[in-house]
């Protein structure tokens, strides 16, 4: 079993930054492929970022591509989403979430299988 608990959500003006974090914990972090998701209201839940065990491989949702990026320090058990140039369309509730053990980071959010409780993010105009 995997705990997946996000924090650094908030809110912010289009243009500004924020930092989602991650932080996990039951079982080896570094065996586990990491994805964002996030779901705003009336919408279905949307892949945001992937992220592989090492951190080595990476892949994005075109909505987010160039002003998002994922990362992950294995050796503090936290993935991370630095979210650039914010805009109003991104507000949501921002979902991290977990593959099988050794499974292999998709924008697929069936191949995850453990989810945090998600932040909220909220972007003004």
């Known amino acids: 079993q995997v705990q997946l608990v996000e924090s650094g959500g908030g809110q912010v003006q289009a243009g500004g930054s924020l930092r989602l974090s991650c932080a996990a914990s039951?079982?080896?972090?570094?065996?586990?492929?990491m994805g964002w998701f996030r779901q705003a209201p009336g919408k279905e839940r949307e892949f945001v970022g992937g992220?592989?065990?090492?951190?080595?491989?990476?892949i994005y949702g075109n909505s987010v591509k160039g002003r998002f990026t994922i990362s992950r320090d294995n050796a503090k058990n936290t993935v991370y989403l630095q979210m650039n140039n914010l805009k109003p369309a991104d507000t949501a509730v921002y979902y991290c979430?977990?593959?099988?053990?050794?499974?292999?980071?998709?924008?697929?959010?069936?191949?995850?299988?453990?989810w945090g409780q998600g932040t909220q993010v909220t972007v003004s105009s």
């Open positions: 979430a977990a593959t099988i053990e050794y499974g292999t980071y998709n924008m697929v959010p069936q191949a995850y299988v453990y």
């Open positions: 039951g079982r080896t972090f570094s065996n586990y492929a």
């Open positions: 992220i592989s065990w090492s951190g080595g491989g990476t």
